[in-house]
C-alpha cells in the first residue's frame, strides 16, 4: 500500500506550509487516472497526523476525472484508465489532459491572535 507513504508526505508539506500553525483542513486533488485510492489515503489519514500539528484536521478530497484527447482527430473523451480508444475514429493516440494529479489544493490554519 503505497497510499501510506504518499500520505506521510503530505503530512510534511502540509507542516511545512503551515509554518508551524494549526492545521484545520487539508483539501487534496487526486485524479482518477493516478494509481492511487482515495479511501485508502483518507484511511491513513489521521494515523499520519497523530502527534503533529496536523492531529484533528478534516481530510477533503477532490476526485479529478480522466480527460483524454485523440492527436488523429482532436476528440475530447473521458478516460477510466491512463490510456484509451477514440470513439469517433478509432485511433489509440490519446495524450491525458487531466486525471493524472496529486496536489495538495489548499490547507486551513487556525489564525494566531497576538
Request: net charge negative; charged share 20%.
Given at each position: 500500500m503505497h497510499e501510506l507513504g504518499i500520505t506521510q508526505n503530505i503530512i510534511e508539506l502540509a507542516l511545512e506550509h503551515s509554518r508551524g500553525m494549526k492545521v484545520r483542513r487539508v483539501v487534496l486533488e487526486i485524479g482518477?487516472?493516478?494509481a492511487i485510492m482515495p479511501e485508502s489515503i483518507a484511511f491513513c489519514f489521521d494515523t499520519c497526523c497523530q502527534g503533529?500539528?496536523?492531529?484533528g484536521a478534516m481530510?477533503?478530497?477532490?476526485?479529478?476525472s480522466g480527460l483524454g484527447q485523440c492527436q488523429d482527430c482532436g476528440n475530447e473523451l473521458e478516460l477510466e484508465y491512463p490510456y484509451g480508444i477514440c470513439d469517433?475514429?478509432?485511433s489509440r493516440n490519446i495524450v491525458?489532459?487531466?486525471?493524472?494529479e496529486l496536489n495538495l489544493k489548499s490547507l486551513e490554519t487556525e489564525?494566531?491572535?497576538?
Open positions: 482518477k487516472l493516478t503533529t500539528n496536523v492531529e481530510l477533503e478530497i477532490l476526485e479529478i469517433r475514429c478509432g491525458i489532459l487531466q486525471g493524472q489564525s494566531l491572535c497576538v
